[in-house]
DNA sequence: AACGATACGGACCGACGGTCCGCTTTGCAA
DNA sequence: TTGCAAAGCGGACCGTCGGTCCGTATCGTT
């Protein structure tokens, strides 16, 4: 309805700016030396083109993050277990937390940049609100526990971009450690009684 | 050694500052727009002054929470079970973790803008690392837990600022809601199986 | 009283996010 | 091919904010 088929040169723009944002987040240190000057100089735009295609700075890193979460998400949506819909919920629950504990790692900077945006938290994006409808649903499967809403909310805290980059950089905790490390303790969320049934 | 005494002009400034500045606090509605010239007028105070005493906005923020804290950090460190020392791991670090919750309750703005002062991660600050060593400690005496550093971190990532926030906030949770779903949450790391010696 | 040390305060600066508007490009249609 | 309106471009420009600087006022000591 609303859809208007964007000019050829807008769409290259848009593409040029995306690619130059990215490659400037990948190698800064931390993300607000990255201003919407650099990335325009860096796409070879003005900065009046990278605004009225992203709106604000915020839309910018929304449009990169989603871009590259997309993926993920798809894998989750309708990919094979246990990621995929179909496996048992404590299965993909540990499934889920891990992909995004990888994906943090491998967009430290990105991710950093979408959850240091000053002014508005991340719990206003959309796409926190999917993680955490997905886990809340598959934590209410899980028998004992009472409250999957919050436990959702906890978990995902676990794998905040800053906790990560913390651990990941000055702390220098290898990869496999903090898997391992987030795999134990949601473990023990999703149920440290053993036994079972 | 160091130490030089505050001339007198220099003290009521400094305390008329942090009056100003944690008014300004609870009453904004988002923390960055409490700007540091707001804070130097309602002082009565010039900007200079202001940076003096403080060096950044980070410090005077970091001098408020701080000063906040203080009764919190003395009921852990010598007051008495189950926050301060002497009870056992577990009802500690429920106790810990409840005072922390209550604490963000009660002072929201202020937390949020320690917490999201772009730049540098709530990590770097000092008060984090006496809250996760302390936890740390408790949980290593926890049997069963592989790794308490990673679940200290993990568990103060629950009661974060802006989750808190958002929480009390825009969905509206009670108090006591939340104390409960955090103790529940707590509850199940520290070891899900309820029975047991 | 007088004088050095200390602190004051607001004009000033540089940086950044975001806007505006005259000019260029695009793509449709005659 | 040419003409033309709409869509898009880009960089000068603006307001705001954190932070600095330095001439002036205050303190407290002798």
Not at 32 to 50: N, Q, R
Not at 81 to 87: E, F, K, N, S, T
Not at 163 to 171: F, K, M, T
């Amino acid at each position: 309805m609303t859809e208007r088929k964007p000019r050829k040169d807008a769409a290259r723009n848009r593409a040029a700016v995306l690619a130059a944002a990215d490659a400037l987040f990948v190698r800064c240190e931390r993300p607000d030396d990255v201003t919407m000057a650099d990335v325009a100089a860096a796409a070879g735009v003005g900065k009046g083109t990278l605004f009225r295609a992203f709106g604000d700075r915020t839309g910018l890193i929304k449009a990169l993050y989603e871009a590259r979460l997309e993926p993920i998400e798809e894998a989750v949506t309708a990919g094979p277990p246990p990621l995929g819909p179909g496996a048992p919920p404590p299965q993909r629950v540990l499934a889920v937390l891990d992909a995004l504990l990888c994906f943090k790692l491998d967009n430290r900077r990105l991710a950093l940049a979408l959850e240091s945006t000053g002014g508005d938290s991340p719990y206003g994006a959309a796409h926190y609100g999917r993680w955490h409808t997905l886990l809340r649903t598959m934590l209410e499967q899980v028998p004992g526990l009472a409250d999957g809403d919050f436990a959702a909310h906890a978990l995902l805290a676990a794998v905040r971009a800053d906790l990560v980059e913390h651990l990941a950089g000055p702390q220098d905790v290898p990869r496999e450690r903090m898997r391992a490390q987030l795999a134990d303790f949601t473990g023990r969320v999703l149920g440290a009684a053993p036994a079972g049934t």
